[in-house]
């Protein structure tokens, strides 16, 4: 709290620990998950970089050129 006096910044760090107390209850996440949440800290470290694969697009383009096993016994 910018400008308050000590009391108040007091109750708002207490008020603030007790909304993260009572959200890691609820949510079955511990407390230090919960306040790198709130620090924007990642959950989670890698040391590779992922890109993403569009597998919908990929099973489409395979289907495409499939040969059906229906069409195989209509032209037999």
Not at 41 to 62: C, I, M, Q
Request: proline share 4%; net charge negative; aromatic share 10%.
């Amino acid at each position: 709290m910018i400008g308050g006096t000590t009391e108040d910044q007091e109750k708002a760090r207490r008020l603030l620990t007790q909304i993260v107390n009572s959200l890691s209850v609820k949510m079955e996440i511990g407390a230090p998950m919960a306040s790198a949440y709130l620090l924007g800290n990642p959950d989670h470290y890698t040391s590779h970089r992922f890109k993403p694969v569009y597998w919908k697009t990929y099973v489409n383009e395979v289907l495409k050129d499939w040969i059906d096993i229906n069409d195989l016994d209509e032209n037999l």
